[in-house]
T-cell receptor, first 119, second 111 residues
Framework: DAGVIQSPRHEVTEMGQEVTLRCKPISGHNSLFWYRQTMMRGLELLIYFNNNVPIDDSGMPEDRFSAKMPNASFSTLKIQPSEPRDSAVYFC????FGTGAPNSNQPQHFGDGTRLSIL | KNEVEQSPQNLTAQEGEFITINCSYSVGISALHWLQQHPGGGIVSLFMLSSGKKKHGRLIATINIQEKHSSLHITASHPRDSAVYICAVGWGGTSGSRLTFGEGTQLTVNP
């Protein structure tokens, strides 16, 4: 199993530019999560999808952030326009969540993260 | 919002020592996760538990639902155990599993 694949691993760009982060979840997983990790705030959930549908985007900082999941094998997180305070490591994770069973959630598998620096 | 507190924030141990990291949370959950973040940044899920105890190799995780408390134990610690250990609590009913994270415990095991 290839695991969760994120790209790029590193991104350095100037403020104002559009940034697109990509994630390929583990095949067969039905839940996908985007997290952000900073020194100040630790790990935070930005948004998660279940069966390609956004379930909770309350962690998305502002309208500059958007996420899509057009199919079960691909998701993007976009920042437009980017700002220096968006610099962080962005993780994608996926899991298999049992439908109709509140206690059947499975461990989340994390990608290696994208280290984003906005100059 | 569920508050997750870990202790200690930093822990230094000698190789072979028994290590305990604690996690407390404020409201009911569906599951508690222990994660390990390596110095290179990658995150690995160690345990997910909703009751009792789980063991994997030298790692043991316990949870007390009534007390809203979990512990991660490492027996016979080794320098390769040096990492940040993160507690996360999950809930989300039937639609997913939203996680709230603790701040992490930086563990350093010296040879």
């Amino acid at each position: 199993d290839a695991g969760v694949i994120q790209s790029p691993r590193h991104e350095v760009t100037e403020m104002g530019q559009e940034v697109t982060l990509r994630c390929k979840p583990i095949s067969g997983h039905n839940s996908l999560f985007w997290y952000r990790q900073t020194m100040m705030r630790g790990l935070e959930l930005l948004i998660y999808f279940n069966n390609n549908v956004p379930i909770d985007d309350s962690g998305m900082p502002e309208d500059r952030f958007s996420a899509k999941m057009p199919n079960a094998s691909f998701s993007t997180l976009k920042i437009q326009p980017s700002e220096p305070r968006d610099s962080a490591v962005y993780f994608c994770a996926s899991s298999l969540f049992g439908t109709g069973a509140p206690n059947s959630n499975q461990p989340q598998h994390f990608g290696d993260g994208t280290r984003l620096s906005i100059l | 919002k569920n508050e997750v507190e870990q202790s200690p924030q930093n822990l230094t141990a000698q190789e072979g020592e028994f290590i305990t990291i604690n996690c407390s949370y404020s409201v009911g959950i569906s599951a508690l996760h222990w994660l390990q973040q390596h110095p290179g940044g990658g995150i690995v899920s160690l345990f997910m538990l909703s009751s009792g105890k789980k063991k994997h190799g030298r790692l043991i995780a316990t949870i007390n639902i009534q007390e809203k408390h979990s512990s991660l134990h490492i027996t016979a610690s080794h320098p390769r155990d040096s990492a940040v250990y993160i507690c996360a609590v999950g809930w989300g009913g039937t639609s997913g599993s939203r996680l709230t994270f603790g701040e992490g415990t930086q563990l350093t095991v010296n040879p």
